[in-house]
DNA sequence: TTGTCATATGAATATTTTATCATATGAATA
DNA sequence: TATTCATATGATAAAATATTCATATGACAA
């Protein structure tokens, strides 16, 4: 090996940041979080999905340090931490840049890619 | 909503992403790649696991265009394209630098998250 | 051409993750 | 305090993903 700087984080840590990253709905609750502190009921309406689902996503990005809430009477205003906000940026810059390259990747791929994709 | 650019990326693409990008294992196999570039039998023993794991696993970055191979006799030397390499560089950085945060959120966290963490 | 090394592939299984449902909690208000 | 709205939680079901195993392919060397 030329360089060893992939053993400078350990594995636990890499593993607790996909927990939660790794996971498209999670990223789009984040992309709307950031811009737009709002609550579960309002994310649940913006993300179309079930209120259970939603605040369980939550827990999870609360787990791992990427949202924070602040209650309001009855709801929960969940807000993107500042530290996460670069990562996010940038991960949605990468996407944007690279949409039709992922898409093209894809379509030529080998036979091995899953139906799903196709 | 104050800011709708969360809609410009549709919801394939961000998938696209995820579907290679959101996972441990094949962000190790990017961090390891992106500095070194090599064979399927050198990762896996850089990696520590099977063969047809390590296979599949580049299979799947390849399919999503993180990574290209090029052939050197029994040989396939997998590399990371150079699109890739600043989304995991800048990944990579958010996670060594929030390491101790992250690991911390996990440990204050609500009864709700999952053993498999603590 | 046979054997061996390197890699790829497909199928089966195991594991993890996600989604859903039922229900609990807790705040506000009639 | 009963009711309703907002959210959280836990259990289960369903789906997706990862891992493993057996085997195929393909290059090279004996």
Redesign the interface.
Known sequence: ???T??N????????????A????KR??IL??L???PMSVSRLQR?MNCEQSDVS?NL?CL????FVNKKINGKERIYYVNE?AK??IN???K???K??K??????IM??P??SMK?R
Chains 1, 2 share one sequence.
Not at 8 to 19: A, W
Not at 62 to 65: D, E, M, R, S, T
């Open positions: 090996m030329t360089n700087s992939y400078l984080v350990n594995d636990n840590t890499i593993r607790l940041f996909f927990d990253f790794g996971n498209m990223f789009k992309a709307i950031k811009n737009d913006v369980h827990q609360l787990n791992c340090g530290e670069p990562i940038a991960v949605y990468h996407i944007n690279y949409e390259y992922l898409i093209s990747c894809n791929a080998n091995a890619i994709n």
